[in-house]
């Protein structure tokens, strides 16, 4: 398996289940708990590996969010909970969702040596990847479930991070290149069509040129894989996948 199928592989189930638990009513609940709405919770939550920042720090590292829904979500949860511990919480989420719902899986201790392979190598140059750099900053649970999760989670901000930093580049402006990727979406980000530019036939070309850029940023770490590592990290995606509740 080639670096390029290889990416081609994990790289959209890892967006899928880096993001399952977010909004799963046990996380919802824990929130809750928590005295925070399931937005704010997600804001608060996945962000609060940044520390106690000025919301337009969260924002840059989100990426594609109409500012003022980070502003409103991020200012109001840290008036009740310190960041920290809402990431805390929120991770423990990630990690009971795997538990529930990987624990009868086999092959996840292999899954794991590869997973934990590719985030040592990208732990080499931190520049630009905020996100992932909180992440790999939590410490990892012991279980196999629970930390085969949590990998997922890493794995998955680390390409949002490589890829917010390649639309950057492409010279997008992020709303557009959200438009472009997810027009479905826009609303749920915070956006009103009036507010973002139908994009171009350019600004879909420059897009594909991100996707392109953000798998050649993600080459090395995922090169330090040898064929047994590839097979491992693959077969563990697609298993994790096929437990999901289908409903």
Known sequence: ????????????????????????????????????????????????????????????????????????????GRERVAPAEAARAHLGCAEAFGRRHFAELAGLDVFCEAAEAVVQAATRDFSALPLFAGQVAQPLPEDLPGRAIRLVVTLRELRGSAHLVAVVASGLATPVAHRAARPDALRLFGWQEADVPEPTDADREALQAAETLTDRLLGPAFGVLDDSGREALASGVTAMTQALPTA
């Open 1 to 76: 398996m080639t670096i390029e199928e290889l990416l081609a592989t994990v790289c959209p189930p890892i967006n899928h289940l880096g993001a399952a638990w977010y909004f799963d009513p046990e996380t919802t609940a824990a929130g809750e708990r928590l005295g925070l709405d399931p937005g704010t919770f997600y804001f608060l939550g996945r962000g609060g590996v940044l520390g106690d920042v000025p919301w337009t720090v969260v924002h840059a590292a989100f990426g594609y969010f109409n500012p003022t829904v980070v502003e409103r979500a991020w200012t109001a």
